[in-house]
């Protein structure tokens, strides 16, 4: 597939979720690092291992990589970085050089009869809305929308300890807004962060199946 199909299959596969950006310790060992068999302050995959948290805000945090989707994802940031770059047509290029990205946060989507929700769970473990870090997920300030929307996207079901404490967290908000009501809850992406001082340069969103969601 050339770049320009590839581009426009990601970009279609994508919208529902730059739509809703626009309108808007999880229970894991090694929560410290990246991947258990690499020393911190080295690398995998291009992937930095977290070094001190300290230096950087709770939600650029790393989460460790150790479950198979997560390597999965890690595997798959080269491309979707050179694809999403290139989705940036007329735009600055980011200063991205020696920067490794960091694995900071699950996108998580929920669904319940006819409406989806959307969540982001950082290495804390807390829920919060989509795009919206600035307050934990409760039934007052979750975003829903027709789940239609998001019926093209590639999912995953959560495998590791690490992307089942994610799902629970969003599980946990839904029961609070949908009383019982039943979900089925999904892996729906992997949020890397090209962090430089402590600020992101670039924010790089990849869902299961390796393509972008979002890059910016």
């Known amino acids: 597939m050339g770049a320009a199909a590839y581009g426009e299959v990601a970009m279609r596969r994508s919208a529902w979720v730059v739509t809703v950006g626009l309108v808007a310790c999880l229970a894991l060992a090694g929560c410290g690092g990246s991947s258990s068999s690499t020393a911190p302050g080295e690398s995998k995959h291009g992937v930095s291992d977290a070094a001190s948290s300290a230096d950087v805000p709770e939600e650029y945090t790393a989460i460790a990589t150790d479950g198979a989707n997560e390597k999965a994802a890690v595997a798959a940031v080269p491309e979707a970085l050179k694809a999403g770059l290139e989705m940036r047509v007329g735009q600055p290029e980011p200063d991205i050089a020696g920067i490794d990205p960091t694995f900071t946060a699950y996108l998580v989507s ?9 969540f982001e769970v950082h290495a804390d473990g807390v829920a919060h809305p989509l795009y ?6 409760d039934a007052s300030n979750i975003m829903k929308q027709d789940a239609s929307l998001n019926s093209g996207a590639a999912l995953a079901d959560p495998a590791s300890d690490a992307e089942k404490a994610a799902a629970s967290a969003a599980e946990a908000v839904m029961k609070t807004a949908f009383p019982g009501k ?22 790089l969103e990849v869902n299961p199946d390796g393509g972008v969601i979002s890059v910016g």
């Open 110 to 118: 929920a669904v319940t009869d006819n409406t989806a929700v959307l």
């Open 132 to 137: 919206n870090v600035a307050a934990p997920a």
């Open 182 to 203: 039943t979900f089925t809850v999904k892996i729906m992406g992997y949020r890397f962060e090209y962090l430089k001082d402590g600020a992101s340069v670039l924010r």
